[in-house]
């Protein structure tokens, strides 16, 4: 048999997945029915693999497959045609056969071919005596032989359908786009995915309308996709709720985009007022034959996440985008593992000083990540990603942790400092947050006045009655609040009057802007200003050059951090740092580090 028809009838055989999987009630009635007509003892369903005959059925065979070699079920799925060998041992290939070995005498099998005119394999009859097979026999044969091939492809055509919507699924998309991979190898194609809403959109929807109601959102968007479609052109029911499409070959990209954004509307016009769905559309552009079907599926997923962040709803995949969300991805599911891992992350220090007294007053605690494979992670880059998600919490947890047992050993050790820990929006959300604060103060003996929280402007005004009264409560309980990267906010310097805080952290990037002129220095003065009418002590952040500490000192400012004084350090280090620059003030720092 040819090299490439072989391959290709192989190919169809494992498109099928049907080797090595579970006997099936189905087929075995088929074959006990053979073996009932012949009236012989053996019937099998066997399909030709590329060395071996195995049996999706059987019937008076102990084992499930045979060498391929000199196996008669090969002979018919090679020539895809009936065969029938009345007596083996007068056959001169078959004579000297496994087969023949064990005894078998006589054997018929039927072809089973595919729609497409490839034989998997046969379905066979054998007997222990050599006899004829009259025409009768033969004919049923062949007609249990195509039932059989019913069988498959009923089976094969369940696992293919979504039930819901009654489109093809995920892994017929897959298994068409292979195809178009194998017929059109180097056209260039776009793939879309429709995405219906987001993640929290469709549990709100769950939990208030039921999972009956969602059904028939999914049914309809599914009704809405095919329609804009048309006949021609085939929808795919991906994920329970997405849906993916192909663009004909050929089409104008921009042109097609646009339709794409008319489809959206379809879809807004339906959702109606009871449930609202931002769906969105990702669009990946492929190579047929050289992107692998699951990068096709996956590069479209992601451009349908990034389509949410676009007015338009609809994004096309960028590489640069995406290789940003794998990294992000990484760190969030490997952060969950450095929080129960413990030895990954880490707490430095940085003094804060009182720029009248030029003492060391306090410190802020700053969290340090060594992934195990690569290397120390930027707060800057991890922080905005874990505090989008539910890890926020556990994660200021284990700081407040960490950072009040180090405050505690240093109070112990005679070393008075304000611990300056910086936390979340998420956290503010939390409802049990001030009391999980509270209990923490308990368990480590620390007194609440020796501890701040930092809060960003941004992260109080995503809900300012909420973070306000959660603050407040801690205010209540005796902690210092202070408001951190004051400026880079939107929040309106009125809002300064309603906020708990009582320290104001002006941000790094305002200081360092000093340096430029006398228009950076009056914002910078205008800031503390007001600040102090409203009753705020004031802190500037980032002070790197003597330059700065002096203009901050002119302008009435009260602390200080940054560079100049002190980088972040380890609790060893921070010891070390007091001792040397400021003996006169602590006590020893053997005793705490
Ligand atoms: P932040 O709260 O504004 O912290 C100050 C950042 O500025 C720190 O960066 C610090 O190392 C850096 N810095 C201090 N002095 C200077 C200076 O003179 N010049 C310059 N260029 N930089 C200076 P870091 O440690 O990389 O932290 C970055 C951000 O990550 C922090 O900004 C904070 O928003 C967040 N972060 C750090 N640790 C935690 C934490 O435990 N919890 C939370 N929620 N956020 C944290
Ligand atoms: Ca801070
Ligand atoms: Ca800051």
């Given at each position: 048999?040819h ?9 169809a055989?494992y498109?099928l997945?049907l ?7 189905s087929?075995?009635r088929?074959t006990?029915?053979a ?7 053996i019937a ?5 693999d590329r060395?071996?005959?195995?049996f999706?059925?059987?019937v ?11 196996a008669?079920c090969?002979q018919v ?6 065969v ?8 001169s290939?078959?004579?000297t056969s ?10 018929a ?7 497409e005119?490839y034989s998997?394999?046969a379905l ?10 009259t025409?009768?026999?033969m004919?049923?044969l062949?007609?249990?032989a195509k039932m ?7 089976q094969h ?7 819901l919507?009654?489109?093809?699924n ?13 017929d059109?190898?180097?056209e260039?194609r776009?793939?879309?995915?429709v995405?219906?809403?987001?993640h929290e ?8 309308m039921?999972a009956?109601?969602l059904?028939?959102?999914v ?6 996709i095919t329609?804009a ?12 709720t997405q849906?993916?499409?192909?663009a ?5 990209e921009?042109a ?10 379809r879809?807004a ?6 449930f ?12 047929a034959?050289e ?7 996956r590069?479209?997923h ?17 590489q640069?985008?995406d ?6 991805f990484?760190?969030?599911?490997d952060?969950g593992?450095?929080?129960?891992a ?26 340090r990540?060594?992934h195990?494979?690569?290397g120390e992670?930027?707060?800057?880059e991890?922080i ?11 994660m ?7 950072a ?10 005679g070393i008075?400092l304000?611990l ?5 929006a998420?956290?503010l959300?939390d ?10 103060l308990l368990?480590?003996?620390?007194r609440?006045q ?9 992260a109080?005004?995503e809900?300012v009655a909420?973070a306000?009264a959660q603050?407040?409560v801690?205010?209540?309980?005796g902690?210092q609040?202070?408001i951190?990267?004051?400026?880079t906010g939107?929040?309106?310097?009125a809002?300064?009057?309603k906020l708990?805080g009582?320290?104001?952290k002006?941000d790094q990037?305002?200081?360092g802007d ?6 950076e ?7 503390i ?5 409203l009753?705020?002590r004031?802190v ?6 003597v ?8 302008m009435g400012?009260?602390?200080a ?7 972040p350090?380890?609790p060893?280090?921070l ?5 040397s620059?400021r003996?006169?003030q602590?006590?020893s720092c053997?005793a705490?580090?």
């Open positions: 048999m090299d490439m028809q072989e391959e290709a009838r192989l190919d055989l498109r997945n080797l090595d999987t579970a006997p099936s009630e087929f075995d088929i006990r029915m073996s009932q007509i012949f009236g012989l003892p099998a369903v066997s399909l030709t060395d071996r005959q195995w999706k059925s059987r008076g065979v102990s084992h499930w497959s045979i060498p391929r070699e000199k008669p090969a799925a090679e020539s895809a045609a009936t029938l060998i009345p007596d083996l041992l007068e056959d290939c078959y004579r496994n087969l023949a070995a064990q005894g078998v005498r006589f054997y099998g039927a072809s089973l071919t595919t729609r005119g998997l394999g066979c009859v054998l007997g222990t005596e050599p006899r004829e097979a025409a009768l026999e004919n049923a062949d007609d249990l059989v091939m019913a069988q498959i492809e009923l055509a369940f696992g293919r359908l979504d039930p919507s009654g489109l093809p995920r892994t017929q998309f897959l298994e068409d786009l292979a195809d178009l991979g194998r059109r190898p180097g260039r776009l793939a879309m995915l995405d219906l809403a987001r959109q469709l549990d709100n929807g769950l939990r208030v039921g009956a109601f059904d028939q959102i049914r309809e968007a599914a009704r809405t329609g479609l048309g006949r021609d052109r085939t929808a795919y029911h991906v994920a329970a849906f993916a499409f192909l004909p070959p050929e089409v104008d921009q097609y985009l646009a339709s794409l954004v008319e489809i959206l509307g879809f016009n339906r959702s109606g007022d009871r609202i769905m931002a769906t969105s559309i990702g669009v990946a552009p492929f190579v034959g992107t692998t079907p699951s990068a096709v599926l590069t479209a992601s451009a349908a996440q990034d389509a949410r962040g676009s007015p338009s709803m609809v994004s096309i995949y960028s640069a985008a290789s940003l969300h794998q990294r992000r990484r760190l969030l599911s952060f593992k450095a929080l129960a413990k030895d990954q992350l880490s707490l430095a220090y940085q003094p804060r000083i009182d720029l009248a007294t030029r003492r060391c007053v306090g410190a802020e605690a700053l969290i990540w060594r195990p494979q690569l992670i930027s707060p800057a991890f905005p990603v874990v505090e989008q998600t539910a890890l926020a919490n556990p200021t947890g284990w700081v407040l942790d960490t009040l047992e180090q405050l505690a050993r240093w109070q112990k050790a008075d304000c300056s820990i910086n936390i979340s998420t956290n959300k409802p049990g947050f001030a009391q999980q604060v509270q209990l923490l368990k480590h003996r620390v609440a020796s501890v701040e929280l930092e809060v960003t402007e941004s109080i005004m809900d909420g306000s603050l407040g801690l205010v209540e309980a902690l609040v202070a951190d990267d004051f400026g939107h929040s309106s310097l809002y300064l009057q708990p009582n320290i104001l002006i990037s305002f200081v000093m340096v430029r002129g006398d228009r220095q009056t914002l910078i003065r205008s800031m200003t007001l600040a102090h009418d009753g705020y004031v500037g952040e980032g002070v790197e050059r330059e700065m500490h002096d203009w901050l000192v002119a400012c009260d602390e951090q940054g560079y100049l004084y002190g980088r350090m380890s060893e280090a010891c070390g740092w007091l001792e620059d003996s006169d602590f006590g053997a705490a580090a």
